[in-house]
């Protein structure tokens, strides 16, 4: 097992290279998806989910990818897992790219990934279905009321496509 870690390792690396080796703003438009995508920019669909907006951004995500990472990769597999992670975050991150036509922000961070894990697991467990839907609402809506900048739609996208794939048994 040891897809999850290898994981956090190349998130906690990006987060060096962003914050402390380059400009961060430069390597934040460059590899986040924003509306250097139209222009053609394609690779953003895969990186936005390695960036982070700060390092408490970059731990809790990290936090909640280890505890659920871990415990999917163990019941799909390695290769499984990292096809549900990667696919699944390329699939919310084009479909985050709805509320682009709509504002210019800057998308980053891998919450959209590990939603599709939570989205996954919700369909496997249906005892803690409503829980995980519950917990997924909480961190997409309860920092807007705090003013925090938050991708909540790319949250609610990756978990209807964990749930989707759950569903369809997609990697089972």
């Known amino acids: ?15 060096f290279l962003e914050y402390y080796v380059y400009n961060s703003d430069v390597f934040g438009m460059y590899f986040g ?9 394609y690779w953003q669909l895969l990186t936005t989910m ?3 907006g700060s ?9 909640v990818l280890y505890q659920f990472g871990m415990i999917l990769e163990r ?5 499984k897992f990292i096809l549900l992670y990667i696919g699944g975050g390329i699939v919310t991150s084009l479909l985050s790219l709805s509320y682009l036509a709509f ?10 990934a590990i939603c ?29 009321l705090l003013g ?3 991708a909540w739609y790319a949250h609610i996208f990756g978990f209807g496509i964990g749930y989707l794939f759950g569903f369809l048994k997609v990697f089972r």
């Open 148 to 150: 925090a900048n938050i």
């Open 75 to 79: 019941y799909l597999g390695g290769f």
């Open 1 to 15: 097992m040891l897809t999850t870690p290898v994981l956090i390792a190349i998130n906690c690396v990006v987060y």
């Open 50 to 52: 390695f960036l982070h």
């Open 103 to 112: 504002a210019n922000v800057n998308l980053v961070g891998a919450s959209g």
């Open 55 to 63: 390092l408490m951004h970059l731990l809790m995500n990290m936090a």
């Open 116 to 144: 599709v894990l939570l989205g996954f697991m919700a369909n496997l467990d249906r005892y803690n279905r409503k829980g995980l839907f519950i917990a997924v609402i909480l961190m997409s809506f309860a920092p807007l």
């Open 33 to 41: 998806l924003n509306e250097l995508f139209f222009l053609g920019a």
